[in-house]
Nanobody
Framework: QVQLVESGGGLVQPGGSLRLSCAVS????????MNWYRQAPGNQRELVAK???????AYGDSVKGRFTISRDSAKNTVYLQMDSLKPEDTAAYYC?????????WGQGTQVTVSS
């Protein structure tokens, strides 16, 4: 059974930083990409960042230059380093993997940026 467990969310002041982690277990098959999405109340879920099996990365326009996605293949873990956080970054953040058997999602972790 594939499981994605996120951690690292919380409350941070504007301008601060957080690092999200997503540990993947049970996926003994090919993972094409590991992604972070977010969803704020009343908004659609949006792609924040992705990293492919080749190590290529892509970011949503609103987070370019502030967020960095990385992965540790040995630990089957993907990270999202979030710097210069803004109140509009407040959302539930979800880890997603795109695999040969379809997509899998984590339960989400809340990030709140507020003074």
């Amino acid at each position: 059974q594939v499981q994605l467990v996120e951690s690292g969310g919380g409350l941070v002041q504007p301008g601060g930083s957080l690092r999200l982690s997503c540990a993947v277990s049970g996926s003994g098959f090919s993972i094409y990409a590991m992604n972070w999405y977010r969803q704020a109340p009343g908004n659609q879920r949006e792609l924040v960042a992705k990293i492919t099996s080749a190590g290529n990365t892509a970011y949503g326009d609103s987070v370019k230059g502030r967020f960095t996605i990385s992965r540790d293949s040995a630990k089957n873990t993907v990270y999202l380093q979030m710097d210069s956080l803004k109140p509009e970054d407040t959302a539930a953040y979800y880890c997603n993997i795109h695999t040969i058997r379809g997509d899998y999602w984590g339960q989400g972790t809340q990030v709140t940026v507020s003074s």
